[in-house]
T-cell receptor, first 115, second 111 residues
Framework: GAVVSQHPSRVICKSGTSVKIECRSL??????MFWYRQFPKQSLMLMAT?????????EQGVEKDKFLINHASLTLSTLTVTSAHPEDSSFYIC???????????FGSGTRLTVV | GQQVMQIPQYQHVQEGEDFTTYCNSS?????IQWYKQRPGGHPVFLIQ?????EVKKQKRLTFQFGEAKKNSSLHITATQTTDVGTYFC???????????FGDGTTLTVKP
């Protein structure tokens, strides 16, 4: 089945530094990937839609200069949290869809802690 | 914008009891998906429904899509401890576009 590999699974960084999270589709091409943020015991909040070869589409209220998304190839999308602060600590997760007849395949998520 | 509401937020059952979670959309959907997220894990796709009135079964799980394509339900018969987790529905208004996730129903099963 379809696999989306997400790295790192956990990261602790100092306030003010930047963190890059990678998502790769291992056995299919993903022209579109989705990035979510999930707070404890809450739902998935869509942050942005990443489109291969073009600019990402950000949801309302998400700072595009803070959460930089790059989708340089059909199998790789990256999310960079720039100048991270403790309030950015969260579970970040990506997803992609193999085809319209199937649901989203999620990466395993990245737990970011900013100290 | 589109809203997807899911109830209940939490459900505690005794092992062997049945469980149902309901999903309601503010707009007509083209499809609805269901996912399960185990504690500490990531959402895993269970099923997608696209037809009005569609009913699909996966062993003890029964998924239903309403006639108006605005609501859906997931029913688990005779719950087991392996069923614990949070069940999310996600509604799509186009086949290729993004889906809106409900808030999820967290199921705990007491042995």
């Amino acid at each position: 089945g379809a696999v989306v590999s997400q790295h790192p699974s956990r990261v602790i960084c100092k306030s003010g530094t930047s963190v890059k999270i990678e998502c790769r589709s291992l056995d299919f091409q993903a022209t579109t990937m989705f990035w979510y943020r999930q707070f404890p015991k809450q739902s998935l909040m869509l942050m942005a839609t990443s489109n291969e070869g073009s600019k990402a589409t950000y949801e309302q209220g998400v700072e595009k200069d803070k959460f930089l998304i790059n989708h340089a190839s059909l199998t790789l999308s990256t999310l960079t949290v720039t100048s991270a602060h403790p309030e950015d600590s969260s579970f970040y997760i990506c997803s992609a869809r193999v085809n319209v007849g199937y649901g989203y395949t999620f990466g395993s998520g990245t737990r970011l802690t900013v100290v | 914008g589109q809203q997807v509401m899911q109830i209940p937020q939490y459900q505690h059952v005794q092992e062997g009891e049945d469980f149902t979670t309901y999903c309601n959309s503010s707009t007509t959907l083209s499809n609805i998906q269901w996912y399960k997220q185990r504690p500490g894990g990531h959402p895993v796709f269970l099923i997608q429904l696209v037809k009005s009135g569609e009913v699909k079964k996966q062993k003890r799980l029964t998924f239903q899509f309403g006639e108006a394509k605005k609501n859906s339900s997931l029913h688990i018969t005779a719950t087991q401890t392996t069923d614990v987790g949070t069940y999310f529905c996600a509604g799509g208004t186009t086949n290729a576009g993004k889906s809106t996730f409900g808030d999820g129903t967290t199921l705990t099963v007491k042995p």
